[in-house]
């Protein structure tokens, strides 16, 4: 099955660049070559709903991240040995009787000739299959498992490695003269065309994962564990937002005893950012990727659904309440369709009066509730809300980001705790930053004016 997630969601979390923005797959690319970094964006995209496949990728990045392993290839050589690969029409090919005389007339006046390009092709497709077979030799010699070296194709009992090695060693220690080079050209580029052309993806697997072990490294990531016959699982030890400098951590728990969280917290308080940090930890776990916390075990979800920065849709005619119901509706079909998803909503109705949004936000945590194959996240200004959930629901969470106070200044901790917020600094923002008086407000005036009709 398929991992389900949306638009919206990889939005959200900054999956992908957006507006030049950074984003987590900026922070992983430390790619080498052009088709590794499209292979590592295949990844991005297609997170995993499997846990023997999440694991296989998880225990493979471990492996280089542990054993420090580097990435030989050069992205010009890869893309003259694609280049060349790809040129198989068979009127390309080179005959024994071909014009040599033209051809050096040409080599003198300096104009590369079609057997030049093929020579350089050749000479490289060489140069790249002695890098393989060292790097396949690197990780065996570092201690890599067959199991592994399976789930990369490359085991010592793979038909496509045996094949590829017969014809490095039969070929790259000959002195190649003309002739060696038009059978040469034969072998590689026509009769083991589709083998040169898996290794090169190989290749550019390898330099997606390599990258994303070296980034783990450097930015103190870690690898989650998928959790054995659990549900509703979700346990992420100092938890971090990976894009943010001097992030503070979070501990967070879920279980099937609590699969709903209702969070709270004045703005700016850090409610958004620390659901962002959740998403982002659960979507790259479900890559098999590290992620930014000291610890994390997971129950495999079959998809991820978020709504943190919902825009209004003027083309549809859309108002942004509207379009936060449809939002709703969208994600409970999802919910109901396919079961065992994580659902974050940030800020649920903000686009309508209070009282409405009051009266929503209950009945839907309240019939999200009775959902338990899958976990929801909730934050909301409204505390009211959350204090008639707390009796009405016995398996939500209360948490918030509380707000210290020094004199009229709010200092925000970003550390969780229970319990249900009841800071309100809106106004006392306002006022800090001297808007009223901007604009000509003088409260005491307008208070006399009302207490005289």
């Known amino acids: ?48 709903a499997d846990k023997r496949l999440i694991e296989e990728r998880t225990n493979t990045i471990r492996f280089f991240a542990e054993k420090k392993i580097t990435f030989p290839f050069k992205g010009s050589l890869l893309d003259t040995v694609e280049e060349y690969i790809a040129n198989n029409d068979n009127r390309t090919r080179l005959s024994k009787h071909e014009d040599n005389l033209e051809r050096k007339i040409k080599s003198i006046i300096g104009v590369e000739t079609p057997f030049d390009q093929i020579k350089k092709g050749v000479n490289a497709s060489l140069e790249f299959l002695k890098l393989y077979k060292g790097f396949i030799l690197q990780l065996k010699s570092a201690g890599m498992s067959e199991e592994l070296l399976k789930t990369l194709q490359v085991s010592e009992d793979s038909s ?32 083991n065309n589709k083998t040169i052309y898996t290794l ?15 980034v783990s490294l450097e930015k103190g990531l ?36 609590n699969n709903m969280i209702f969070l709270t917290g004045a703005n700016m308080a850090g409610k958004s950012t620390f659901m ?13 990727f590290p992620v930014p916390a000291k610890s994390m075990e997971f129950s495999v979800l079959n998809g991820l659904y978020t709504t943190i920065n919902l825009p209004d849709n003027i083309g ?14 969208k994600v409970a079909n999802s919910v109901g369709n396919y079961g065992n998803m994580l659902i974050i909503f940030d800020e649920l109705f903000r686009g309508t009066n209070v009282k409405d949004a009051y009266e929503a936000t209950v009945a839907v945590s309240e019939a ?35 707000t210290k106070m020094n004199g009229k200044i709010p200092q925000y901790t970003y550390k969780v705790k229970e319990g249900i917020s009841s800071d309100r600094h809106g106004m006392l923002i306002i006022n800090n930053e001297g808007i009223p008086q901007m604009l000509g407000y003088n409260p005491k005036k307008a208070s006399d004016e009302i207490s005289n009709g």
């Open 316 to 329: 549809m005619g859309y108002s942004h309440f509207y379009a936060e119901v449809l939002r709703v509706k």
């Open 1 to 48: 099955m398929l991992f389900k997630t949306d638009k919206q969601t990889t939005e959200d979390l900054a999956i992908f660049s957006k507006r030049n923005k950074n984003s987590v797959f900026e922070l992983f690319n430390m790619t080498l070559t052009a088709g590794g970094a499209k292979e590592l964006e295949r990844m991005f995209q297609y997170p995993l």
């Open 200 to 214: 090169t993806e190989n290749v550019y697997k390898f330099d997606a994962l390599v990258a994303v072990a070296k």
């Open 276 to 288: 962002k940090s959740i998403g982002i930890s659960v979507y790259l776990a479900h890559m098999g």
């Open 368 to 402: 999200f509730a009775g959902i338990k194959n899958s976990t929801f996240i909730i934050s909301s200004h409204i505390i009211e809300a959350g204090e008639t959930l707390k009796t009405l629901v016995n398996n939500m969470s209360f948490i918030h980001l509380p």
């Open 222 to 257: 870690s690898f989650a564990t998928p959790a054995s016959n659990k549900k509703n699982n979700l346990t992420i030890e100092e938890l971090f937002h990976p894009l943010l400098q001097s992030a503070v951590p979070n501990t967070f728990n879920v279980n099937s005893g």
């Open 160 to 191: 496509l490695q045996q094949k590829v090695m017969e014809i490095f060693d039969s070929l790259y220690e000959t002195r190649i003269q003309d002739l060696d080079i038009i059978k040469t050209d034969q072998i590689l580029r026509f009769t």
